[in-house]
């Protein structure tokens, strides 16, 4: 959240699975660059994590894809948040506790 603020980014949906991240960044301003967001993410995230996690926390790259005017913004914060369901972690997505979105979508 702390890179988002200061990248101009609006966190919308984020959950932690136990291999990967989904998130769903919206840029606030006009210089929000989302590779230097990921950048530095990734870098706090991994100087945070090391005294528990003495390895590399993120892989190489990462897949992003880019919501365009119109299309399904509820889908996909929807589609982040029902991913531990679809897991078998849990039976509802708000038992999950490391999923949040500004708005409840499922």
Do not use: K
């Amino acid at each position: 959240m702390r890179t988002a603020d200061d990248l101009g980014f609006a966190v919308l949906a984020y959950t932690f699975m136990p291999d990967h991240l989904h998130l769903c960044l919206e840029g606030t301003q006009p210089q929000s660059d989302l590779r230097d967001f990921c950048r530095r993410m990734r870098r706090r995230s991994s100087s945070s994590c090391w005294q528990f996690v003495r390895e590399s926390l993120w892989q190489n790259g990462y897949h992003d894809r880019i919501l365009r005017d119109g299309e399904d913004v509820r889908g996909v914060l929807s589609y982040i948040l029902l991913n531990p369901v679809r897991a078998g972690l849990v039976q509802q997505p708000g038992d999950y506790p490391h999923s949040w979105s500004v708005t409840f979508i499922p």
